[in-house]
């Protein structure tokens, strides 16, 4: 047998398998690992969760906004079990400059009842119910375990991971990776050949204490209703955004951005941090917040170009892994991806299992599964969007053209007449050096995206 691999190794190959231990072994009891667990064991499989912190959520960074729509199939009536912060009534979408800022806000009793529309939600209380579903479904959580690397048969099919235990190998029919960014088994098993590479951003986040009657106050709402502000125009040129989102006794805010931006501008992101807290639309906000975390976490935003192929034999890729997260500038979404990926997985597995077939054709109802609803149909609609929202213009150019353009359509200059909207327009462009045919063919870009 050949050494004990590390992340990112060559596989080992098992000339003779041991007899297999489990029907299904996930890495990384995330949101889609544990979907994917959970689907296997309600099957009547055997399935091991594999997980490297300590407990589910133990390692994860999240100030963010959950959609459970997804979780209809997989938990009937859940939003009367998922531990949330509080439900979201009021989406804003501010664009600034350092002195200015223009927010679109709605906000709608509609989504303040069931079956609501999305939640804020610490990723230590989800990952941690998630994976007792699966647990009380029959599936074994094993927590302080690295998977190392992949084990082979001698035609190259995955066969189970080795870990980092004294005990090493856990074989199984199907390995599904679940284990995050940059995952180290999708690249181990040649899932990312010929795809582009080093497209993740890096999320920095402080978690602040205030007072709920305080945050309620001060965002307008009430009960458990919430507020989600997405931000652009605050990473001084370097592509990302930011993001304000109220829990129930606490508000998380913090930036987004490119790690290559940061380096060539020589520019840490603490320093975006406190800047967007010092914004004059952002300050009155978080006043007096006491600091409870400081954290940072990748994430891939390349969006469908950049995925990985799914299957291969007896291997299953989801969730981060397989950069299922969705930033296309109005929509920042992972969690929901995640967990649909991971309960097509964990169906396709166990259909694969009973027809006593996981080979890559065995296993190639995941794909269908996927490309057949939401979590590719939007990455594959979406996928000029992450070029688009973090190009220059976007990040650079059009904050300050919408900005300006704003402070002069509402300031009254008396006694000069008000000027037209396109005249205004042409001149705040010109202003700024924005050629007319290049906001003509971003827009094309948004109308075919979005439209």
Not at 134 to 154: F, I, K, N, Q, Y
Not at 349 to 361: M, P
Request: glycine share 12%.
């Amino acid at each position: 047998m050949a050494e004990h691999a590390g992340p990112g190794t060559r596989s080992a190959v098992v000339d003779t398998p041991p007899q297999r231990e489990v029907d299904v072994v996930v890495v990384g009891a995330g949101p889609a690992g544990s979907a994917a667990a959970l689907e296997v064991a309600r099957a009547g499989h055997s399935v091991v969760l594999l997980e490297r912190g300590p407990f589910p959520g133990s390692k994860n960074v999240y100030g963010g906004v959950v959609y459970g729509r997804v979780l209809d199939e997989l938990v009937p009536r859940w939003w009367e079990q998922m531990p949330v912060q509080r439900w979201v009534t009021r989406r804003s979408t501010m664009i600034m400059t350092p002195t200015q800022a223009l927010t679109v806000d709605f906000r709608t009793q509609a989504w303040g009842g069931p079956p609501y529309n999305g939640a804020t939600a610490h990723r230590s209380d989800l990952d941690g119910w998630l994976a007792g579903l699966a647990t009380e479904a029959g599936a074994t959580l094993v927590p302080s375990t690295v998977a190392t690397g992949l084990l082979r048969d001698a035609s190259g099919a995955v066969v189970g991971v080795r870990t980092d235990r004294p005990d090493g190998d856990l074989t199984a029919k199907v390995v599904i990776a679940c284990d995050g960014v940059n995952s180290f088994l999708a690249k181990e098993a040649g899932m990312f050949a010929g795809k582009p590479t080093g497209h993740v951003t890096l999320g920095v986040k402080e978690t602040l204490r205030l007072p709920r009657n305080v945050i309620d106050e001060r965002f307008g709402v009430t009960g458990q209703h919430g507020v989600d502000i997405e931000i652009l125009g605050c990473t001084r040129g370097i592509p990302g955004g930011g993001f304000l989102y109220t829990n129930l006794d606490s508000v998380s805010v913090g930036v987004v951005v490119d790690p290559h931006g940061l380096a060539a501008k020589k520019v840490r992101p603490e320093e975006l941090v406190a800047e967007l807290k010092r914004h004059p639309a952002i300050e009155p906000l978080v006043r007096g917040g006491e600091l409870l975390e400081y954290s940072a976490h990748l994430i891939p935003e390349g969006g469908y170009d950049t995925m990985p192929e799914l299957v291969a034999d007896g291997f299953l890729v989801a969730g981060d892994a397989a950069a299922m997260c969705l930033a296309a500038g109005i929509w920042l979404e992972g969690v929901n991806f995640a967990i649909g990926a991971g309960m097509y997985a964990g169906r396709a597995a166990a259909d694969a299992l009973a027809a006593k077939d996981t080979s890559k054709a065995g296993l190639a109802s995941y794909r269908r599964m996927v490309d057949e609803s939401f979590v590719l149909g939007d990455h594959r609609k979406l996928r000029r969007v992450p070029g688009l929202v973090l190009g220059q213009r976007m990040q650079q150019e059009y904050p300050a053209v919408l900005c300006d353009l704003a402070q002069g359509l509402f300031q009254v200059d008396n006694p000069r007449p008000k000027p037209g909207l396109l005249k205004l327009i042409r001149r705040v462009l010109k202003w700024h050096g924005v050629k007319t045919r290049d906001v003509l063919s971003d827009a094309l870009t948004g109308v075919r995206s979005f439209g």
